[in-house]
């Protein structure tokens, strides 16, 4: 892999932000579905790990977590400065190269949705598993493996399931382009590269969308039973 993330979201920063402030899977599905995970983080020192244009952020300050944000996307955290304030620790870096951070510092880190743009995860995890205290959680959030496994099919292309692959996506937000890639693994990957930095796997969630969201998204529920949908899965991992 490159030494660089390979993401690029200054040139949507402006309209991803916007739209991540409402969409389904972000506003009433992975973030609810994260904070519920991360509990009473009151007093906790956490890191969040790809804080974009810093919505979880401010909800765990909200909560009474002490909070650092870090992000690859300059554009990104201007628009979570503004939001956030000119005192939060907010800072432009690249998770794919070493954290600025002294060893045992956060009870807390947050990877919401930003693990799936790098290659090679071993690094990161190590990363992660130095900055955080012993004990300390890892929460992750990530495409899940089997809603990619259907796209492939519903495109016609031949599933490739137990590999490690790329995925390119073009995405126009707020009249902007930006194309952003993607690494897909299978659920197994993901267990072994977890275990072998050293994290015990506490939980796998695959969660609901919170009870809003049927009102404000009537026709994506209209033929559910319930509020589960294929989106992204969760992980709750414990330092060793």
């Known amino acids: 892999m490159s030494a660089e993330t390979s993401y690029d979201y200054d040139p949507i920063a ?12 972000n506003a009433y599905y992975e973030r609810p579905a994260m904070l519920e995970l991360a509990g009473d983080v009151a ?3 956490v890191l969040d790990a790809g ?5 979880l952020f401010a909800a ?15 554009g990104m955290l201007e628009l979570a400065r503004r939001r956030l304030g000119a005192d939060a620790d907010l800072r432009v870096v690249d998770l794919a190269g070493p954290l600025p951070f002294p060893d045992d510092t956060f009870d807390d880190v947050i990877a919401s949705l930003v693990l799936h743009y790098l290659e090679d995860w071993g690094p990161t995890l190590a990363e992660v598993r130095r900055v955080l205290k012993p004990g300390g959680r890892l929460l992750v959030s990530v495409d899940h ?14 599933p490739q399931y137990f590999e490690t692959r790329n995925r390119t996506e073009e995405w126009v937000m707020g009249g902007q382009t930006a194309t952003l890639s993607f690494w897909d693994r299978p659920l197994h990957a ?11 796997i506490s939980v796998i969630s695959e969660p609901p969308a919170v009870p809003e969201a049927r009102e404000v998204f009537p026709e994506q529920f209209r033929d559910r039973p319930g509020l589960r949908f294929l989106s992204f899965l969760f992980f709750v991992l414990e330092a060793g």
């Open 190 to 200: 993901m267990t072994e590269a977890f275990t072998a930095a050293g994290f015990r």
């Open 14 to 25: 402006e309209g991803y932000a916007a739209e991540n402030e409402k969409s389904l899977v």
């Open 145 to 158: 493996p089997f809603v990619i496994t259907l796209m492939q099919q519903a495109a016609g292309k031949k």
């Open 51 to 55: 804080c974009g244009a810093g919505p």
């Open 60 to 74: 765990l300050r909200e909560r009474g977590a002490v909070v650092t944000g870090v992000d690859a996307s300059a």
């Open 43 to 45: 007093g906790r020192r």
